[in-house]
């Protein structure tokens, strides 16, 4: 096990990479801890909850709504938490997204920490201190910003991550590759998700560099008016076309990340060479580059993005490449976001 520190403004919080579950009891006082943790993880893992304090919500996004908040709220209060309460929200992005609201909210807040088991949650979904729900198909409409105490990652539980999961996981660490790290990148390129599946050093050194990432654009951009809005690359279309076409997050993402490629070919001067790398590294992750077949519901995907957070009068903040490596923020009319999306999704 390392530890490695992060500073954020309010609160350092340190990560335990490399780490066994079991060093948990090192970390916190056992009888404080309340566990929340999803259906899936609970059957898969049923040992590291007997005889603990835990709450199993349903696993799926679908999930990530407030009804399972009051559901949290009502099982705590059975539980008789109090204050001292400590929460250990243990799962994929969901539950971690979910844990830390509720830990956030219930009685105007308890301490909590994060066990991310999925390469999503692992490398985006518990950094950076955003917490929240959905709300109908609005996504993370509704959340607070605050950080966990630590995060501790055993890397043993990928062991049962489904294989499209980790397929989704690696679409967010192609992001991070594109709009921060080239040579992220060439290490991708150069290898493969069987040997990262395979080889426990190169997931361990993986997962913490992407870590690294995120923490260094969050750090340096803590309420988002700037920098940060480079973690939206490939998100704009890849949020319209999840809710759409119900696809899994990375996969959708990843379309967007095709998408937003070739418009930076388009109106950024981004080499085309460079865009065909990024396409063939997302197929080379089994990851999907264009909507699937079809229908294609222009008119659904343009509503939905009109409603999107990001957007400002009659632009829209959009986030294209320079180079591999190297994302940029540009503001795109609606107009000529409209044409350069129907004619690059
Ligand atoms: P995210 O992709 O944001 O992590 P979820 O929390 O929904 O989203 O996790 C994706 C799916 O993977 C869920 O069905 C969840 O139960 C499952 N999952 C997460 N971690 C593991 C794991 N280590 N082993 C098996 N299934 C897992
Ligand atoms: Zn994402």
């Not at 243990?90 to 009685?107: C, E, F, L, N, P």
């Not at 910003?145 to 996981?169: A, C, M, V």
């Not at 990262?196 to 995120?214: D, G, M, P, T, Y």
């Not at 076409?245 to 418009?263: D, E, F, R, T």
Request: a negative charge.
């Amino acid at each position: 096990m390392h530890q490695t520190e992060y500073k954020f403004s309010d609160k350092t919080i340190s990560c335990y990479f490399d780490a066994e579950f079991s060093s948990l009891e090192n970390l916190v006082d056992k009888d404080k801890i309340v566990f929340i943790t999803d259906s899936n993880i609970v059957k898969l893992h049923a040992d590291k909850f007997e005889g603990k304090k835990f709450i199993v919500i349903s696993a799926g996004e679908k999930n990530k709504q407030q009804s399972t908040v009051d559901f949290i709220i009502n099982e705590l209060i059975k539980l008789q938490a109090g204050r001292e309460t400590f929460i250990i929200g243990i799962g994929g992005g969901v539950v971690t997204d979910i844990a830390g609201y509720a830990a956030s909210v219930y009685m105007r807040g308890v301490k909590f920490a994060f066990i991310p088991t999925s390469i999503l949650a692992m490398v985006d979904a518990a950094v950076g201190g955003k917490n929240g729900v959905d709300v109908g198909i609005y996504k993370n409409l509704v959340g607070v910003i605050r950080h966990p105490e630590f995060l501790l990652y055993d890397y043993s539980f990928l062991k049962t991550l489904p294989q499209e999961e980790w397929i989704n996981g690696f679409a967010e660490i192609i992001k991070h590759a594109c709009i921060k790290d080239e040579k992220l990148f060439e290490l991708l390129e150069n290898n493969s998700l069987e040997i990262f599946q395979q080889a426990h050093r190169k997931i361990s050194e993986l997962i913490k560099r992407n870590v690294e990432i995120k923490y260094n654009v969050v750090a340096n951009d803590e309420f988002e008016t700037g920098e940060r809005k480079l973690l939206n690359f490939g998100h704009t279309l890849g949020h319209a076309v999840e809710n759409i076409y119900q696809l899994p997050h990375g996969n959708a993402v990843s379309i967007g990340m095709a998408a937003a490629c070739k418009i930076s070919v388009e109106v950024n001067n981004f080499p085309g060479e460079e865009s065909e790398r990024v396409i063939e590294l997302l197929k080379k992750y089994n990851l999907p580059v264009t909507l699937p077949f079809g229908e294609r519901r222009s008119g659904a995907i343009w509503e939905v993005l009109l409603m999107d957070k990001k957007k400002s009068g009659d632009t829209m903040n959009f986030i294209l490449l320079n180079k591999i490596g190297n994302g940029v923020v540009k503001s795109i009319s609606l107009h000529q976001l409209k044409e350069l999306i129907f004619q690059n999704l």
